[in-house]
């Protein structure tokens, strides 16, 4: 399986700035996502990273506020921009390996509070 | 559009007792159904998945899950559970035409008491 790896693991940030979350994967993969959990709720899903090309957003997310990079096959950014209270949550970086490539694997999460 | 539902926000079992946490789906088509385990301030551990085949599906730590398509439910089991086994367990669907997409349940709190 993947091992993914996640920094900052957690972050306490003040309104209107942005930070930009690292994932890194042991192994190439073929696909990576980012999620959000919001407190005490389930993951949502924000966009597929796609090596090369723009991220695939899901409904009511956008490029502006969460611009996402994916240069090469291991690595992938998420920034979260203008950050507002609302922004509070856990954001899960997930990818799906070649090998077992129905199975997502999760890294441990960045923990962001915004004050 | 596919959906999750885990009825119960807690479940309370005692050590060594069956355990049940119950999932059922709204999907177009065959479901690829999967359940990840969330442990305090940790990422989601994947633990089991049923694409085809056999509804038993046996997965990490003991655990194993039944597919009932008349149902569409994907209940997770374990004979005995272990104190360690609290934690937050979530289920999750993608129908086959759907790329990678899993969508969530709300999550259910296991908590296995002595």
């Known amino acids: 399986s993947a091992v993914i790896s996640q920094k900052p693991s957690r972050d306490i940030c003040q309104r209107g700035t942005s930070l930009t979350i690292q994932c890194q994967v042991d192994?190439?993969?073929?696909?990576m996502f980012w999620y959000r959990q919001q407190p005490g709720q389930s993951l949502t899903l924000i966009a597929t990273?796609?090596?090369?090309?723009?991220?695939?957003?899901e409904s009511g997310f956008v490029i502006d506020k969460f611009p996402i990079s994916r240069p090469n096959l291991t690595f992938s950014t998420l920034t979260v921009s203008n950050m507002s209270p609302e922004d509070s949550s856990i954001y899960l970086c997930?990818?799906?390996?070649?090998?077992?490539?129905?199975?997502?694997?999760f890294g441990a999460g960045t923990r962001l509070s915004v004050l | 559009a596919q959906s999750v539902a885990q009825p119960e926000d807690q479940v309370n079992v005692a050590e060594g007792n069956p355990l049940t946490v119950k999932c059922t789906y709204s999907?177009?088509?065959?479901?690829?159904l999967f359940w990840y385990v969330q442990y305090p301030n940790r990422g989601l551990q994947f633990l089991l998945k049923?694409?085809?085949?056999?509804?038993l599906v046996k997965g990490s730590y003991g655990f194993e899950a039944e597919f009932n398509k008349s149902q569409t439910s994907f209940h997770l089991k374990k004979p005995s559970a272990l104190v360690s086994d609290s934690a937050l367990y979530f289920c999750?669907?993608?129908?086959?035409?759907?790329?990678?997409?899993?969508?969530f349940g709300t999550g259910t709190q296991l908590k296995v008491e002595l």
């Open positions: 999750a669907v993608r129908g086959p035409g759907g790329g990678n997409k899993l969508t």
């Open positions: 999907v177009s088509g065959n479901p690829y």
């Open positions: 049923y694409i085809t085949g056999d509804n």
């Open positions: 997930s990818a799906t390996d070649g090998l077992a490539k129905n199975i997502q694997y």
């Open positions: 990273a796609n090596q090369g090309s723009e991220a695939t957003y």
């Open positions: 192994s190439q993969v073929t696909m």
